[in-house]
């Protein structure tokens, strides 16, 4: 079979330009906008685009309604589809007011969809109101449910928040609160990848010999080194992901750009940034 190829973006945090609020002072739009120009510059054209949640900073409906016309823009001028999976930065009832057009309800937002014989699947991981992950025993059930008809080239399930650990103590306290929930319906069922974001920093990691990557964010990263603090970084970067002969292999990507810090929350100094 062909190798499948597509991008994973991940926490872009994008709000309505006319609320004139911009995280840190940076146009988060535009770094989307800038991911996708480096998507349309590959030699390989992917084969969709997902994007792993924290899909705006403040989760209002104004805010959906704005990255809803930017994405069917750039998944227009770039030629491919668009998958989006919501964050703990994302509100269930306004995602769907403004980006799905439907009812505002607190539905869970979770499906499958199929490239040729690989299934991906992308599962809500957010609680409302918290940093935290999990995923509820009726999306596990649906994710059993999923899984035990096989996908001939395998199933790829995308969350937002991470199951392996990761370098920072403070993320470590938000990652998936049931990580074990998962591990079994996922164990021996033909997935060959998971796929989070979250974290803001590249991170590979396994879970039951499944490999597990986090991606760093669109909009800002965060110093994977300074296990204490959290530095946020004016940079942004994403997954290539190919999935070849039932393997699915990983390279995180890095935008050119500035890498300068654009805030630094000590827990045992300052309190939360907003
Ligand atoms: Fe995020
Ligand atoms: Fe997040």
């Known amino acids: 079979m062909e190798p499948i190829f597509f991008v994973q973006l991940s926490d872009i945090h994008v709000n309505a330009p006319e609320k004139n609020n911009p995280m840190f002072g940076v146009d988060m739009s535009a770094k989307l906008r800038a991911a996708f120009a480096e998507i349309r510059s590959m030699r390989t054209k992917p084969a969709f685009v997902l994007i792993s949640g924290d899909l705006t900073q403040d989760g209002d409906a104004d805010d959906y309604r704005h990255l809803r016309r930017l994405i069917d823009e750039e998944a227009e001028r770039t030629g491919v589809p668009v998958h989006v999976g919501l964050g703990n930065h994302d509100s269930r009832p306004a995602f769907r007011e403004g980006y799905l057009g439907e009812e505002p309800s607190e539905e869970s937002y979770y499906y499958s969809f ?34 035990s008809e096989p996908a001939p080239e395998g199933t790829i399930v995308v969350l937002h928040h991470p199951v392996t650990a990761t370098p920072n103590a403070m993320m470590d306290g ?8 998962l ?18 920093f590249h991170n590979i990691g396994s879970l039951v010999g499944i490999p597990c990557a986090a991606a760093t964010g669109v909009a800002f990263g965060l110093d994977s ?26 390279q995180p990507r890095m935008l050119p750009g500035e890498q300068r810090l654009l805030y630094e929350w000590d827990p045992a100094k300052q309190p939360a940034h907003a």
């Open 114 to 147: 199929l490239e040729k014989s690989l299934r991906v699947v992308m599962l809500n991981s957010q609680i409302e109101g918290s940093h935290d992950g999990e995923i509820d025993a009726k999306q596990l059930a649906w994710l059993r449910d999923t899984l």
């Open 174 to 181: 938000h990652l998936l609160r049931n990580p074990a929930d």
């Open 183 to 200: 591990k079994d319906a996922v164990h021996g069922q033909g997935v060959i990848g998971m796929l989070s974001g979250h974290i803001h």
């Open 225 to 250: 080194t300074s296990p204490n603090t959290m530095r946020f970084l004016d940079n942004s970067g994403y997954n290539l992901v190919t999935v070849s002969g039932g393997h699915m292999a990983v």
